[in-house]
């Protein structure tokens, strides 16, 4: 059993104090009655809306994060500022954690959760997640790049990548698509190909796609549709 406006608050999407102000107002239903005192308490799966529109009362907070520059992809460190630092106090008390890593100068989409059993998921290398990137590099991509990428570019030190896709929009920009997850992985295949990468962006992560409404820094909690095709991938 867990208090109303701590349910409301841990989906991500308003404060305590936001929540409790709705629920004052007489905007919140539970099991189809409003309920006016935030203390009151419910079960996790009773039936929650703000007004009219149904909130899920999961203990699970999936967000959609817009990474800027400057911050690395972990809860904590001991010199570098976190992602988590970008979050509101109330969420940085749920346990979220960046499912997966962006470098400290990458950009885009990151998935936060604290949704241990689908972050694992979604990060084991057997069931691998494609993933998308906007590059741009110093240099000029072309067929023969494409062509390496498709093969499996041979790494520096010798590793073999799966084949990957290039698909060029531009002289020095690319949308790449990874089967795999290596450290420093787009750096590395770039680099090998005497074209260091400039700019890294995250498009996608599986099936999710970065909301390009969200500016860099910018989150926003995933919808319903969004955690179900995370959980049915
Ligand atoms: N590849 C990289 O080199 N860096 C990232 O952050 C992601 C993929």
């Known amino acids: 059993m867990e208090r109303l406006d701590k349910i409301l608050a841990n989906t991500g999407r308003w404060s305590r104090k936001e929540a409790a102000e709705l629920i004052r107002a007489g905007r919140v239903k539970a099991d189809g009655v409003v309920v006016t005192r935030r203390e009151e308490k419910f079960p996790a799966g009773a039936l929650f809306q703000v007004d009219g529109e149904t909130v899920s009362g999961d203990r699970y907070v ?40 962006l470098d400290k100068d990458t950009v885009g989409l990151l998935l936060l959760t604290n949704d241990g059993a689908l972050a694992h998921d979604l990060l084991a290398p057997k069931r691998h997640v494609d993933k998308t990137y906007l590059v741009r590099v110093d240099g000029v991509l072309d067929g023969e790049d494409e062509k390496a990428f498709r093969e499996g570019i041979t790494l520096a030190d010798g590793y073999v990548c799966l084949p990957a896709g290039l ?57 319903e549709g969004e955690v179900k095709r995370l959980q049915q991938r």
């Not at 060029?168 to 260091?196: D, F, N, W």
Request: charged share 25%.
């Open 62 to 101: 999936y967000l959609m994060l817009n990474k800027p520059a400057g911050l690395v992809s972990a809860t904590e460190d001991p010199r570098e500022e976190t992602v988590l630092s970008l979050l509101p106090g109330h969420l940085r008390r749920v346990g979220l954690f960046p499912a997966g890593r």
């Open 167 to 223: 698909e060029r929009l531009g002289p020095s920009e690319a949308v790449v698509t990874l089967h795999e997850g290596k450290y420093h992985q787009i750096k590395r295949m770039c680099a090998a190909r005497g074209k260091p990468v400039v700019f890294l962006k995250r498009l996608t992560f599986g099936p999710l796609a970065l909301d390009e409404t969200l500016r860099e820094g910018e989150w926003r909690p995933l919808t």
